[in-house]
């Protein structure tokens, strides 16, 4: 460890703008996960991301969001037109693509949408 | 879905004190981790432990599959262990981790 860095690990941003939050993993991983938590709350589940595709999302995963792995390393995370209610700390996690399905979390990226 | 519990929501400790954090999930799981989350929000992997028992230094990690539980030991606790420990499990359907709500400890000094 660390498997996996994001970038910014902050970011203020003003209601309706979009953001892209970064995570970059140390090596090549086929598995990857987005992951949010509002402040004082547990951990909940995004998307998962397979073999540069979409493989699940949750319910919280709406058209605001969306995934890409632009440059076959880098996976983003995207907000179309933030809301008051997705200020939270964003997490990316990887997990290896052999061995123990162990996920690896980053350091997480916290938003605050003004 | 599956349903993960942990107890205590709250723990205070004094420095030195041994305690035991426990973990119930709701069906068959394929994994179970439990993490750490420091002060600054950084999510630290403590134990992949999908049954058996595991030890690393002060802590250590035991899940009862069959039983549907773990249980998380920090012996000789000190403040640096304060934070929240999550629970979460991976399980048939799909490869998210669902989390529990956490344990909040607070070790005194």
């Known amino acids: 460890e660390p498997e996996v860095t994001q970038t910014p690990s902050h970011q203020v941003t003003q209601m309706g703008q979009e953001v892209i939050l970064r995570c970059v993993p140390i090596s090549n991983h086929l598995y990857f996960y987005w992951y949010r938590q509002i402040l004082g709350q547990k951990v909940e589940f995004l998307v998962s991301f397979y073999n540069n595709e979409i493989s699940e999302k949750s319910e919280i995963f709406d058209d605001q969001f969306s995934v890409e792995r632009p440059d076959g390393s880098n996976f983003t995370l995207k907000i179309r037109s933030t809301k008051l209610e997705d200020s939270a700390m964003y997490f990316c996690?990887?997990?290896?693509?052999?061995?123990?399905?162990?996920?690896?979390f980053g350091p997480g990226t916290r938003l605050l949408v003004l | 879905g599956i349903q993960v519990e942990q107890s205590p929501p709250d723990l205070i400790l004094q420095e030195g004190a041994n305690s035991t954090l426990r973990c119930n999930f709701s069906d068959s799981v394929n994994n179970l981790q439990w993490f750490h989350q420091n002060p600054w929000g950084q999510l630290i992997n403590l134990f992949y432990?999908?049954?058996g028992t595991k030890q690393n230094g002060r802590l250590s990690a035991t899940t009862v599959a069959t039983e549907r539980y773990s249980l998380l030991y920090i012996s000789s606790s000190q403040t640096t262990d304060s934070g929240v420990y999550f629970c979460a499990v991976f399980y048939n359907q799909g490869g998210k981790l669902i989390f529990g709500q956490g344990t909040e400890l607070s070790v005194k000094p």
């Open positions: 996690a990887i997990h290896r693509d052999r061995g123990p399905r162990a996920q690896y």
């Open positions: 432990i999908p049954s």
